[in-house]
């Protein structure tokens, strides 16, 4: 079992920047890959970034790519998202999504993430 709390959503103005943080439970952080999820409101819950791992390997959405950064720190059990240019249409609710994997492979989809946080909110204005 892992728990997930995410933390650092607010409001920011367009071009601005935040780090989300999701803090894991359990003491094998380093046997899941992790990821990190969004979804507006009335639209399906869309990948935004993933991490191996232990951190070799990342992979982000093209809507998010070269603007996001992926991290983790395995010692902390946590993992980040850097979020760097907001958009308002990044505006959404966030998840952290984690699943055991035996392979440093990083996952792309909602259905291959057996646990997930709470969300939180980040809001870009114009």
């Known amino acids: 079992q892992v728990q997930l709390v995410e933390s650092g959503g607010g409001l920011v103005q367009a071009g601005g920047s935040l780090r989300l943080s999701c803090a894991a439970s359990?003491?094998?952080?380093?046997?899941?890959?992790m990821g990190w999820f969004r979804q507006a409101p009335g639209k399906e819950r869309e990948f935004v970034a993933s991490?191996?791992?232990?951190?070799?390997?990342?992979y982000y959405a093209d809507s998010v790519k070269g603007r996001f950064t992926i991290s983790r720190d395995n010692a902390k059990n946590t993992v980040y998202l850097q979020m760097n240019s907001l958009k308002p249409e990044d505006t959404a609710v966030y998840y952290c999504?984690?699943?055991?994997?035996?392979?440093?492979?990083?996952?792309?989809?909602?259905?291959?993430?057996?646990?997930w946080g709470q969300g939180t909110q980040v809001t870009v204005s114009s």
């Open positions: 359990g003491r094998t952080f380093s046997s899941y890959t």
């Open positions: 991490i191996s791992r232990r951190g070799g390997s990342t």
């Open positions: 999504a984690a699943q055991y994997s035996s392979r440093p492979t990083t996952l792309h989809n909602v259905y291959e993430y057996n646990y």
